[in-house]
């Protein structure tokens, strides 16, 4: 197992590559091409300079989080074709640099939504938080608006200015959509892309659905054990794996998160973890919390220990984190409250490593 970060590069990020470094028991960071438009390939002398700055600092980068997917493909156009090629040389160019894990989604039009970014907490800090009643009486360009105009001046993964314009028509497409065409849609980009991954060792790694229920009708497909089931019968080679997110899957209280991290672990289609917790105070009506299993809904012991007993062997993240003394940063991607989930990850897992001899 290796704990890494999420670090954003080209200057987007508050935290640096040196703070990181400094964070016990963190070999390396994930990161992505943020500039790169959706569908292009990334090109390897970028790739290069960055595996150079990250390598520098003396941290791996062997995890990529993440090329999104275009639009074209999850609708099943004509034009998908064209952006599945790309996405093939951009695995191909990664390979190059020695990344050897792919963190991606398939959600439509949105990659996560949030009601709000800066949600007060008992103790001071604030943090992301969902509720499922207010944002049904948004408007989905509002929604974009409030996340866009409260990221602090930072780039929100998800939330590109240039595919909000076409957010409303997207929407209506996919709500005419079957869940099935989707499906079909999903297991066509796999066919063509997995084969690549083996030839170039680079494992793929889906991210579920965030939250993992609907919202304004689009498809929610991988949300759920079952579920997830069914994507991975899609394409039965290894490379076609799970970022396997707790916050996500946990925001469902009807996912019982240690026994999908028993069952996807023992099979070895675990390539990535998000491991970090939640606080529901109803259904559907969360905030994120911090990392200890008192804070939140979830037992973060039990997970850590499904993930040790089952042979995980991938890379782990804490996800996102509070905002905690009085840190100014993206929403979510602060130093303080993630290295505080790492290295109390780190020690669940010592704790269950020792207790085993």
């Known amino acids: 197992m290796k704990m890494i970060l999420r670090w954003f590069a080209g200057g987007d990020d508050s935290v640096s590559l040196k703070q990181i470094k400094q964070i016990p028991g963190v070999s390396g960071i994930c990161t992505m091409l943020s500039d790169i438009p959706v569908g292009e390939v990334w090109p390897l002398e970028r790739l290069m300079a960055l595996k150079e700055e990250v390598n520098s600092a003396g941290l791996e980068l062997e995890v990529i989080e993440s090329v999104n997917i275009h639009e074209d493909i999850k609708k099943g156009l004509p034009t998908r074709d064209r952006y599945i090629d790309n996405y093939i040389k951009t695995i191909e160019n990664l390979s190059k640099i020695g990344v050897k894990c792919l963190c991606y989604n398939f959600m439509p039009v949105m990659d996560w939504m949030r009601s709000e970014l800066a949600y007060p907490l008992s103790d001071g800090s604030t943090a992301l938080a969902y509720d499922h009643e207010e944002i049904l009486k948004m408007n989905p360009a509002?929604?974009?608006?409030?996340?866009?105009?409260?990221?602090?001046?930072?780039?929100?993964?998800?939330?590109?200015?240039?595919?909000?314009?076409?957010?409303?028509?997207?929407?209506?497409?996919?709500q005419s959509m079957s869940t099935e065409d989707y499906w079909n849609n999903m297991k066509y980009f796999l066919d063509a892309v997995i084969p690549y991954a083996e030839k170039y060792d680079v494992k793929m790694a889906i991210h579920p659905d965030d939250p993992p229920f609907s919202v304004f009708g689009l498809p929610k497909v991988i949300n759920s054990a079952e579920n997830m089931r069914k994507f991975l019968s899609l394409n039965t080679s290894k490379y076609n794996g799970l970022t396997l997110c707790t916050g996500s899957l946990g925001a469902d209280l009807n996912n019982d998160i240690p026994a999908i991290v028993r069952e996807f672990a023992a099979q070895g289609r675990i390539h990535f973890a998000h491991i970090r917790n939640i606080k529901h105070s109803e259904d559907k009506v969360f905030t994120e919390s911090a990392h200890p299993s008192q804070c939140g809904d979830l037992d973060m012991y039990e997970i850590v220990k499904a993930f040790y007993d089952n042979g995980f062997d991938g890379y782990i993240r804490p996800d996102h984190g509070r905002m905690i003394w009085d840190e100014q940063a993206r929403p979510g991607y602060g130093l303080y409250d993630r290295a505080l989930g790492a290295t109390y990850l780190l020690g669940l897992w010592e704790a269950i490593e020792k207790s085993k001899k």
Do not use: C, H, T, V
């Open 142 to 174: 509002d929604i974009a608006d409030g996340i866009l105009s409260n990221s602090k001046g930072y780039y929100m993964p998800g939330w590109e200015p240039e595919r909000m314009g076409q957010m409303g028509e997207d929407i209506k497409f996919y």
